[in-house]
């Protein structure tokens, strides 16, 4: 597999390592946001979200905060965002999936510029029954 990071996990390729368990790595970004940025990837591959096996999802949901709380600490931040890209329409680039933890900074001028809309009519009942239909355990 060509995966830069599955090589990452299996140390095949450097990276500067934060935290490490059985099934989860957790490095700093290469083209950071802010200084201290990190992704939080499984060691098994998976394209995205969808993908994820759900003992792995729990191992990146527990690392992220692990590596967020110490973020918080030694950078003594007042804020922090997590997030996952998944598909390229949401700004997916490596297609493994991981999830980021970035510094936050009162002043930093990030923006997540948003157009929210509003739901006419039924519209929201229409959309509810869509997506509960899909659900599934």
């Known amino acids: 597999m060509d995966c830069v990071f599955c090589k990452i996990a299996a140390h095949q390729l450097p990276a500067e390592i934060?935290?490490?368990?059985?099934?989860?790595?957790?490095?700093?970004?290469?083209?950071?946001?802010?200084?201290?940025?990190?992704?939080?990837?499984?060691?098994?591959?998976?394209?995205?979200?969808?993908?994820?096996?759900?003992?792995?999802?729990?191992?990146?949901?527990?690392?992220?905060?692990?590596?967020?709380?110490a973020m918080v600490e030694s950078l003594e931040l007042e804020g922090f965002n997590i997030f996952s890209n998944n598909g390229k329409a949401a700004g997916q680039s490596v297609f493994h999936f991981h999830m980021h933890v970035t510094p936050r900074y009162p002043d930093d001028d990030i923006k997540f510029v948003l157009t929210l809309k509003t739901y006419d009519g039924n519209a929201m009942a229409t959309y509810a029954e869509k997506i509960r239909r899909h659900i599934t355990n």
Not at 28 to 44: M, R, S
Request: proline share 4%.
């Open 18 to 69: 934060l935290y490490e368990t059985e099934n989860v790595v957790a490095i700093l970004d290469i083209n950071p946001i802010h200084y201290g940025h990190a992704l939080v990837i499984p060691k098994t591959h998976c394209t995205d979200f969808l993908h994820v096996r759900e003992v792995d999802l729990h191992d990146v949901l527990h690392v992220t905060q692990i590596v967020a709380r």
